[in-house]
T-cell receptor, first 115, second 117 residues
Framework: AQSVAQPEDQVNVAEGNPLTVKCTYS??????LFWYVQYPNRGLQFLLK??????LVKGSYGFEAEFNKSQTSFHLKKPSALVSDSALYFC?????????????FGSGTRLQVQP | GAVVSQHPSRVICKSGTSVKIECRSL??????MFWYRQFPKQSLMLMAT?????????EQGVEKDKFLINHASLTLSTLTVTSAHPEDSSFYIC?????????????FGPGTRLTVL
């Protein structure tokens, strides 16, 4: 089984401050981890992924995420938040050992960046 | 990245009618397509997985006779909501994955907003 937890329903941060959106996962094999962003009434936009290699992954729009195997976490970060970053963020996981499985999504975290 | 389209983007229908949603992979061949459903302010829930040329595999609790999925070609999958009711109103998102590719990445369509009156 594979699952994802996003413990925060909403994260509020001031523009220019660093932001973190938390994600923890559970898989039986190697995790393939993804972050997506969703704007109102839109589909998902891919931000970044971790498959293997360097634990720090850099993605679109200045976002990055750090894979931590011991803590089974994959938190999304950005050094300096923009008001335009305000959106709904989803963490997703797939068990790399079972290539046929679909992505499983977390419950989502709404990021609100105040000007 | 690869492009996945959905049509229509929005549909409003009367209760009891059937609605068909198309999902197309525009620049790649998708051997596997997934259909997700998203209720307001909630996460995406996987409804079913379809492989080209074979029957779809439905997740627990999803009625296969109500949500008909056809994956007749490597670039097209359709979801038909039969005898729609207001509780079927939701945002439906399809996703496609290639058989090749290094990590079998999933690409997502823009979604279809279904409103059943």
């Amino acid at each position: 089984a594979q699952s994802v937890a996003q413990p925060e329903d909403q994260v509020n941060v001031a523009e220019g401050n660093p932001l973190t959106v938390k994600c923890t996962y559970s898989v039986s094999g190697n995790p393939y981890l993804f972050w997506y962003v969703q704007y109102p009434n839109r589909g998902l936009q891919f931000l970044l992924k971790y498959i293997t290699g360097d634990n720090l992954v850099k993605g679109s729009y200045g976002f990055e995420a750090e894979f931590n195997k011991s803590q089974t976490s994959f938190h999304l970060k950005k050094p300096s938040a923009l008001v335009s970053d305000s959106a709904l963020y989803f963490c997703a996981v797939r068990d790399g050992g079972t290539g046929r499985r679909a992505l499983t999504f977390g419950s989502g975290t709404r990021l609100q960046v105040q000007p | 990245g690869a492009v996945v389209s959905q049509h229509p983007s929005r549909v409003i229908c009367k209760s009891g009618t059937s609605v068909k949603i198309e999902c197309r992979s525009l620049d790649f061949q998708a051997t596997t397509m997934f259909w997700y459903r998203q209720f307001p302010k909630q996460s995406l829930m996987l409804m079913a997985t379809s492989n080209e040329g074979s029957k779809a595999t439905y997740e627990q609790g999803v009625e296969k006779d109500k949500f008909l999925i056809n994956h007749a070609s490597l670039t097209l999958s359709t979801l038909t909501v039969t005898s729609a009711h207001p509780e079927d109103s939701s945002f439906y998102i399809c996703s496609a994955r290639t058989s090749g590719g290094e990590y079998n990445e999933q690409f997502f369509g823009p979604g279809t907003r279904l409103t059943v009156l």
